[in-house]
């Protein structure tokens, strides 16, 4: 028999990566001898980092069955780091650098070079 906490604990870096991809966990429960997972991510991209995640706690994920969809309408924000630019942002939401673009006009930036450490982004969905 399935314990759902031996569970939840083993792909618990799932569910932080669902949420550090700004997407939304709606729920976890037990389906057979399986946990299922029902969440939404904000772009296709964060999807791919979400399955990153599942394939590391298990690249065999027979114990897991999941809905992870994509909702464009999740607002994410990213707060910039040292060393960030935004085309190195860019690629981590969106899989592509020369996306940069899409970021500097969601926040109003006349320069994109001109962005800080500290600096609360808005990252548009990727469509």
Do not use: C
């Not at 997407?23 to 399986?34: I, K, T, W, Y």
């Not at 006009?105 to 001109?114: C, F, H, I, T, Y």
């Amino acid at each position: 028999m399935a314990d759902l906490n031996q569970l939840k604990q083993k792909y618990q870096p799932v569910l932080d990566a669902i949420q550090n991809q700004g997407g939304r966990v709606d729920s976890v429960d037990l389906q057979g001898e399986q946990i299922h997972i029902k969440a939404e991510v904000p772009s296709d991209a964060s999807k791919n980092h979400v399955w990153d995640a599942i394939k590391s706690v298990d690249p065999s994920y027979s114990d897991l069955k999941h809905e992870i969809t994509v909702d464009t309408s999740l607002v994410q924000t990213y707060t910039v780091q040292a060393g960030d630019n935004l085309s190195k942002i860019s690629k981590r939401f969106y899989g592509d650098p020369n996306k940069y673009l899409k970021i500097a006009q969601a926040n109003g930036l006349e320069d994109p070079d001109k962005i800080r450490v500290g600096m609360e982004l808005k990252i548009p969905p990727a469509a």
